[in-house]
Structure formats: structure tokens, C-alpha cells
């Protein structure tokens, strides 16, 4: 993996963890054109980006990102921020599996990041709780998830957190196949198009969180 943060405590210091808990970590960068630059050389399976970066301390970070998901959409990508970007951060998370949003104040559980960061690298999305409440200003008028049951909406709001259907069967006391069953139902409802499993579930979480 490589780490990108221009606060140099914070960057070393996640490296440390992260090795301890067996990641290679091969390069730790302060401006996004050495992420960029080593990304292309390295190919690593996950980045860990901030938002605001030099030169200019505004969203040369998420730019960076948005970048190597074109050039490398092979590699997973965690956007860790103080700060919440909410356009910029749905179009990436849109832009294809293995993204994840979170921010700092928000790791708490060293164990828990990690295996947050091992739902990304296999594939998976994880989405902050704050950029759910920051997305919209206001609800639409017309709700598009009225056609969802209660128990659907629980299980797309889990989805929206970046579990995975044995996560969410976890939480709500439930078998994994009856998790899959509300899943094949929410997709159904929203009528999310024919893809692969994976897309689709972006797809429905990006309408869950555009509701709110």
C-alpha cells in the first residue's frame, strides 16, 4: 500500500500500525504527484489519500484519487480526511468498486480499520456516516426508497456502511441468506439495472444516500 498525507506524524505513524499488522507499506508521500507518480511505478493494491494536500490545501488529494482510479482502477482507494468533500468524494465513489470514505476523528478501533481496509482491497465500498448526513441539503419530494420495507431500508443502510451480507446478517441476527434475499428485493424495487453484483450495490447505496 501507499500512504499519502502531508502531516508527517499522522502519515508515519499509520505506516507503523499498518505494518505491525502485516501491510507492506512501499512509499509514504506528502504531495499527490509522488502518490501519483509512485502508484504508476508500484502498482499497489490500496491507497490511503487526505483531501486537502499541497500546494493549495484544498481537494488535490481527492484530484489525486479521481486520477489513479483512471490510470489504475485496478487499485483500491481510501480517501481518510478531516474533512468531508461531498461531491468530488460521491463521483469517486461512484466511479467503481474498492473506494471507501472515511474520516479521521472517526478511527477509533485499530482492529475495526483494519478490517475496513481489507473490505476495500477486496473489492468493497465503505461510506462515512457524516457524508450520508452532509450529501443533500434537504429530502426530495418524492422519496425514492418508499417502495423499500423497513427491514430493507436497515439492510441498505448496513450496505451503505461498506458491510458485506455476513456484516449485516451479524447485525441484525439474521441468516446470510435472508440478508441476500432483502438485497436481491431492495435492487428489484430500486430498479437498479443489470450488472455485476458489486456495481450494483454502489448503485443502490448511491440512491440511499442521495435520499437523505
Known sequence: MVIADDDILLREGLASLLT???FDVVGQFGEPSDLIACVS???PGLVIVDIRM???NTTEGLDAAQTIRQSAPETAILVLSAHVEVEQAMDLIGAGRGTGYLLKSRIIDVDEFVDTLDRIVKGGTVVDPA???ELVAARRVVDPLDVLSAREREVL???AEGRSNAGIAKRLFVTEGTVEKHVRSILMKLDVPEATDDHRRVIAVLTYLDSL
Open 20 to 22: 505491525s499488522r502485516g
Open 41 to 43: 511505478a508500484e502498482r
Open 54 to 56: 499541497p500546494p493549495t
Open 131 to 133: 457524508l450520508v448526513h
Open 157 to 159: 443502510a448496513l450496505m
